[in-house]
């Protein structure tokens, strides 16, 4: 209840704030400049470089209320929610113990972390090609570059919120009394926890970025071929779309993708403040 | 300071009297402690051959120059570190010595950290029953029922399921004290606990120690570099030398406990700090001569 009225309080105080309307007024602005530039070649007879060339804001509105109708819209975006979703748990499945043990074990990070040095700075997209002759399956494929995206950032932060853990809080449960594994479950694990947030946060975000990508290059995936013309994932959709020449519907698409992307990392973020509560202000 | 506020340390034990009953546990004794960082001959020698005794029941205090090896030393008692040579012992019984340089770390000993150690991620009460229930001494239910009954004596109601991000940092010493004794501990290790704090606070907490420590009778060993907050508080100062540090003057300070702020005025106080300013003067000089630094 005080969770709730808390929001409704901090809503209120945010919509009646300075920042808020200045951030409205802006976006409008923005807007308005978008569409008078698309339309400048009616309109003034003059085509604007650059913007004329992109369809208009309303033109786009309604391409997206036609789309969110579309049942194989809504089954791309589907397709690409389920790789992020694949890719991403698996990057924390593997990637949260795999960190840890780095920053536990001397012995296993003086193994591991050399080899984690030498493929992390491969961009994740690198590995479309290897992945589509490794993997099966054009799924599987996408889905492995999917995780690497996540993998990599959460990985690094995990090692990075380990370490960083003062010594005197080690110190502290061993006096009292901790055995080892104590010390691991209520201090290494609490410990990391706001660094594995912030890594699944700034992660998901990588993925999404990733998927579409990859939907793009590997032309869909397998699945493109079961969901129809625009099967295949966002990504794929918005490259259907440049192939089929409707700029209305890339535009639309790329919108929904910024959406994907801003929820997820909500979502998350939302689930790491219920997670870290000793983190909230005030 | 404020002498009103003084006397409730005292009105906690009818008459002022000093419980009969008083533990006499918690005496360690230093002997020919030796501490190098790094190789010998090449490192850092931060306690040379120190020898001094912490008599059990009482509050000695540790005053040196910053960087002279005051952590260094308590971290030997903890069992946080090793010894390079020499001994400890605790009521006889060796923690440190010859064939076993690094004392285990233990309930017997809990340290108060210079920038206080509470878990963040735990809650007040939580950090309090850290330490009973890890040891298993008592249950969860036990555990929480002697913690708000200790949390209520050193006034601490209400912040039970506050986190200690979320209450001041004088606050956050108190409940670092009462983590502490929540342990039964024979002995409180305290290192530089109040050194981040204003000075109001710091006299405030002067007294809540005070009190705590005429309730619990726990021996203390204090580490500060302020001589006024030494010679307030101890039975017993020891000035040390700078780094690498060994006793340069042991002080025992009779004026008599319980003692509170009003004590800071009269002849007494002012001959030990007379006696004591210009020895830990020429130490700090010296410190900063050698440009030392802080760890
Ligand atoms: N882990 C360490 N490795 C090397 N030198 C250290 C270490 N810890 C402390 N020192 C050095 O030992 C000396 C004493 O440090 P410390 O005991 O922390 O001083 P104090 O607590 O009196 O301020 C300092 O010169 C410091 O730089
Ligand atoms: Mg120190």
Redesign the interface.
Same mark, same amino acid.
């Given at each position: 209840m005080n969770a709730i009225k808390g929001f409704v309080l901090k809503t209120i105080s945010f919509v009646t704030g300075e920042d808020f309307w200045r951030g409205i007024v802006a976006i409008i602005v923005f807007l308005l400049f978008w569409e008078t530039g698309s339309r400048s070649q009616s309109w003034f007879g003059v085509a604007f470089p650059w913007v004329s060339q992109v369809p208009a804001p309303t033109a786009v509105l309604q391409e997206m209320y036609r789309l969110i109708q579309d049942p194989s819209f809504w089954h791309s975006a589907y397709l690409s929610t389920l790789r992020v979703t694949e890719g991403f748990l698996a990057a924390m499945v593997i990637g949260i113990p795999l960190g840890l043990a780095m920053a536990v074990s001397k012995t296993f990070y003086g193994i591991s972390f050399p080899v984690f040095e030498v493929l992390r700075p491969i961009p994740p997209l690198a590995w479309v090609p290897a992945a589509i002759i490794f993997w099966p399956t054009q799924e599987l494929s996408i889905a492995f570059v999917t995780f690497l995206g996540a993998f990599f950032t959460i990985v690094i932060n995990v090692i990075g919120g380990a370490q960083a853990i003062d010594v005197r809080y080690f110190q502290a449960a061993r006096s009292m009394g901790s055995s080892t594994w104590d010390i691991f479950r209520r201090i290494i694990l609490p410990g990391t926890l706001p660094s594995i947030v912030v890594g699944a946060t700034v992660g998901i975000g990588i993925t999404w970025a990733v998927v579409v990508a990859a939907e793009m290059i590997s032309g869909g995936g397998s699945a493109g071929s079961v969901g129809g013309a625009a099967g295949g994932g966002l990504g794929f959709f918005i490259w259907n779309s440049y192939v089929g020449g409707s700029y209305t519907q890339i535009v639309a698409g790329m919108i929904s993708i910024g959406m994907a992307g801003y929820l997820s990392s909500a979502i998350l973020r939302k689930i790491g403040e219920w997670m870290t509560p000793w983190l909230a202000e005030g | 300071m404020n002498p009103t506020s003084a006397s409730v340390a005292v009105s906690a034990l009818p008459g002022g009297a000093i419980p009969a009953q008083a533990a006499r546990t918690g005496k360690v004794r230093i002997i020919d402690a030796v501490k190098y960082y790094g190789a010998a001959g090449t490192g850092v020698l931060a306690v040379d051959h120190c020898t001094f005794e912490v008599p059990a029941g009482e509050i000695t205090v540790v005053v040196g120059p910053s960087g002279c090896g005051k952590t260094t030393l308590l971290n030997a008692i903890? !069992? /946080?570190h090793s010894l390079s040579s020499g001994s400890i012992y605790l009521d006889d019984e060796m923690l440190c010595g010859p064939g076993k340089l690094k004392a285990e @770390? !233990? @309930?017997d000993?809990?340290?108060v950290?210079q *920038?206080g150690?509470l /878990? @963040?991620?735990?809650t007040n009460i939580e950090n309090i029953t /850290? !330490?009973p229930m890890?040891?298993g001494r008592l249950t969860r239910a036990e555990a929480y029922e002697k913690a708000r009954d200790m949390m209520a004596d050193a006034g601490l109601r209400g912040i039970e399921n506050n986190?200690? !991000?979320?209450i001041s940092s004088g606050v956050r010493r108190r409940v670092e004290i009462v983590r502490a004794l929540m *342990?039964d501990p024979k002995i409180l290790l305290l290192d530089e606990p109040y050194r981040a704090l204003d000075s109001l606070t710091k006299s405030v907490m002067h007294e809540a120690l005070l009190e705590i420590f005429y309730k619990n009778r726990v021996t203390i060993f204090f580490i500060t570099h302020d001589l006024e907050e030494a010679i307030f508080l101890g039975h017993r100062v020891v000035i040390m030398t700078t780094r690498p540090c060994r006793p340069k003057k042991i002080l025992d300070i009779d004026i008599p406990h319980p003692r509170d702020y009003s004590v800071l005025t009269t002849k007494r106080f002012r001959e030990f700090m007379d006696e004591t300013a210009a020895a830990v003067h020429e130490e700090a000089t010296k410190a900063f001569a050698a440009g030392e630094k802080e760890r």
């Open positions: - | 903890a !069992g /946080f @770390p !233990g @309930p000993r809990i340290v950290f *920038n150690a /878990f @963040p991620w735990k /850290f !330490g890890m040891q986190y200690p !991000g979320e *342990n």
